[in-house]
């Protein structure tokens, strides 16, 4: 299959489509743009190390199968201003305390219920922190 992608005797969407389990086969292989921490390690390691327009030389095997890697392109990333930044760090943060929050309440909830059947962790008290 590789000698095949490599010699141009297919190409890489066509076999994305027809051999991927992948829900990317629909897109033709294409994971998208991604970020460091987007895929599991062993799968990110391949992929940091390969040239623009390279395919890899052998599968590469993750804990979810065997996969051929094909690096499109690499867009180096850039630290952006504070200010540009500003809302979408207190949209996480609010949704962060909201989820932690509901967290908390519903293991005092389930400290006062009488529950059956199954092991639900309760608070302490009313205030968890």
């Not at 030389?57 to 867009?75: A, C, F, K, L, N």
């Not at 949704?95 to 400290?111: D, H």
Request: hydrophobic share 45%; aromatic share 6%; net charge negative.
């Amino acid at each position: 299959m590789i000698t095949d992608l490599e010699t141009g005797a297919v190409r890489f969407g066509e076999l994305a489509r027809a051999r991927s389990a992948c829900p990317s086969a629909e897109h033709a292989g294409n994971l998208g743009q991604l970020s460091p921490g987007s895929t599991v390690p062993e799968f990110e390691a391949v992929l940091m190390r390969l040239p623009e327009g390279e395919v890899t030389g052998s599968p590469v095997e993750t804990r979810y199968g065997y996969h051929i890697i094909r690096m499109d392109r690499r867009i180096d990333g850039e630290q952006l201003p504070f200010e540009a930044v500003r809302p979408r760090i207190a949209a996480w943060l609010e949704a962060a305390s909201w989820s932690k929050a509901v967290q908390q309440f519903i293991a005092v909830l389930a400290a006062e219920a009488s529950i059956e059947g199954i092991e639900i962790g309760g608070a302490d008290g009313p205030l968890v922190q």
